[in-house]
């Protein structure tokens, strides 16, 4: 058996220690592993390939980032071509994909990513790439596992970063707003934030009304407290209003979140009078070393995916079913974007203690 390994999307803490418990785990078995660099690009260069050996994978688990490189640009099914007068098209390089994998005496393929790269991983199976997904990203959105790995190292990350807020908020009286990413979905900023004792936690589950907001603020300033720290997700938005958008969508590019704490700042200091500062955490909470939760995880995740591969169980995608590490098909698992549950107990949890969702 010939293996690869490729890495799609925004990177997460953990990636390296899937490569290392795949590469490993196969190796072991017999076969040859070799990385795909950046994506599906590497497929597409002579240089693409690199050889994955015990020496290359020695190291890793405790790294951050990819040995492989990754990027968010590189859809086979929606491939960026550049014409004469500079205008982009996008063109379907998938058959490409699938022959040139065969070309190279490729067997199988661990594609590790997010829902998108797991969409593209899908797509490329229908097409007839034997391929295993491995779901990573730090935003927790995928439907068919109960946690990906990256998730809880960027809420560490994020926690610290708010935990260190309070000194400097209380010292200077102000109110800070705190941006996490997350995308679609609140989970970053739902668990940093309790984590982390935010007074309002902004998600885009529950979309916020500016009063409401307001209004718990001006209560912290009430009696002897006299600072907030509010934690908004990128893609939270008022009730009847639009997430703030960094980029906005272009050919072949996905939108890009960004700037809901410097226009909360705005709006929050111009209603209630308060001195108030905005920070968006933004890739720290990428980078760094994965913690012992999210490697843990990384490895079993690898090592199933290899598991799947001797099977000949294809088209699917490894998921944490607590305890067990299962195979999910690919199919099912990127129909669905995973959201918090308005009635799960954390959000539950965050109510009784008072912090306000700005509903
Ligand atoms: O999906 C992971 C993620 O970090 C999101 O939380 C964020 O919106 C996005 O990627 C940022 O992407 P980029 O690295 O392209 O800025």
């Given at each position: ?19 290392r ?17 950046r ?15 015990r ?18 640009r590189?859809?086979p ?15 379907d ?8 994998f ?14 998108g790269?797991?969409?593209i991983a899908?797509?490329?199976s229908?097409k ?5 997904g ?43 707003i705190?941006?996490?990413m ?25 979309p ?8 718990r ?8 407290v ?9 893609g939270?938005?008022?009730e ?24 909360l ?9 308060r ?9 720290l ?6 913690n ?31 305890p067990n ?5 690919l199919?099912?698992?990127v ?25």
């Amino acid at each position: 058996m010939r293996i690869a390994i490729n890495t799609g999307g925004g990177d997460a803490p953990g990636l390296n220690a899937v490569i290392r418990a795949a590469s490993l785990s196969a190796l072991n078995l017999g076969w040859e592993v070799v990385g795909i660099r950046r994506g599906y690009q590497g497929l597409f260069e002579e240089d693409g390939l690199v050889p994955l050996t015990r020496g290359s994978v020695r190291g890793i688990t405790h790294t951050g980032g990819t040995i492989l490189g990754t990027t968010n640009r590189g859809n086979p099914l929606q491939w960026p071509v550049e014409g004469p007068d500079g205008s982009i098209r996008l063109v379907d390089r998938s058959e490409e994909v699938v022959s040139e994998f065969k070309r190279r005496g490729l067997d199988a393929l661990i594609a590790i990513g997010g829902d998108g790269s797991l969409r593209i991983a899908s797509k490329l199976s229908e097409k007839g790439l034997p391929v295993v997904g491995v779901p990573k990203t730090i935003d927790n959105d995928l439907a068919a596992t109960q946690v990906t790995f990256g998730f809880h190292t960027a809420v560490e990350t994020a926690t610290d970063a708010i935990s260190k807020l309070h000194s400097t908020a209380e010292a200077h009286s102000r109110v800070m707003i705190v941006e996490v990413m997350g995308r679609g979905t609140g989970w970053i900023a739902l668990y940093a934030g309790l984590a982390g004792t935010a007074d309002v936690i902004l998600i885009p589950e529950i979309p916020y009304r500016l009063d409401s907001v307001c209004e718990r603020i001006d209560d912290r300033y009430e009696g002897d407290v006299g600072f907030a720290i509010v934690v908004a997700a990128e893609g939270a938005f008022p009730e009847g209003g639009d997430p703030v958008l960094a980029e906005k969508r272009a050919t072949g590019k996905t939108e890009r979140f960004g700037g809901i704490a410097d226009q909360l700042a705005n709006e929050i200091g111009e209603r209630t009078g308060r001195e108030t500062r905005s920070l968006a955490l933004r890739h720290l909470q990428r980078g760094g070393q994965p913690n012992a939760y999210d490697r843990l995880l990384a490895l079993q995740f690898g090592s199933a995916a290899i598991n799947l591969v001797q099977d000949g169980h294809f088209g699917c995608m490894v998921a944490l079913d607590p305890p067990n590490v299962l195979a999910v098909p690919l199919a099912e698992a990127v129909a669905e974007i995973r959201q918090v549950p308005l009635d799960g107990d954390v959000v539950r949890t965050a109510r009784s203690l008072g912090i306000s969702f700005g509903d």
